[in-house]
Nanobody, 123 residues
Framework: QVHLVESGGGSVQAGLSLRLSCAAS????????MGWFRQAPGEDREFVAAISWDGGSTDYADSVKGRFTISRDNVKVAVYLQMNNLKPEDTAVYYC????????????????WGQGTEVTVLS
């Protein structure tokens, strides 16, 4: 059984920060690319950020560049999303995902998904 469990969501005022965490269990993800996606009410799920298995390569959606940072800890088998200067348009359910390979490319499919954590940014 594969589990990705997100935590760290909540409600915050615009301009403030949140840090999301994703813990993997059931198998190791030390050599898997990881990513964050989000889905706002009434919208399709969209890519937010991704990181290669060794943390050496990252990618971000244009809407979050300069504000969000993805990182990982392969000892703890966890991935994080530091979100700074949050905006109301960042309000969404955020999902952690993993690929079966160590790298990613734009629009690459992800194979495992968490249940999501809700982020609400108040104006």
């Amino acid at each position: 059984q594969v589990h990705l469990v997100e935590s760290g969501g909540g409600s915050v005022q615009a301009g403030l920060s949140l840090r999301l965490s994703c813990a993997a269990s059931g198998r190791t993800f030390r050599r898997n690319a990881m990513g964050w996606f989000r889905q706002a009410p009434g919208e399709d799920r969209e890519f937010v950020a991704a990181i290669s298995w060794d943390g050496g390569s990252t990618d971000y959606a244009d809407s979050v560049k300069g504000r969000f940072t993805i990182s990982r800890d392969n000892v703890k088998v966890a991935v994080y999303l530091q979100m700074n200067n949050l905006k109301p348009e960042d309000t969404a359910v955020y999902y952690c995902a993993a690929r079966d390979t160590g790298y990613y490319y734009p629009s690459a499919p992800f194979d495992y998904w968490g249940q999501g954590t809700e982020v609400t940014v108040l104006s």
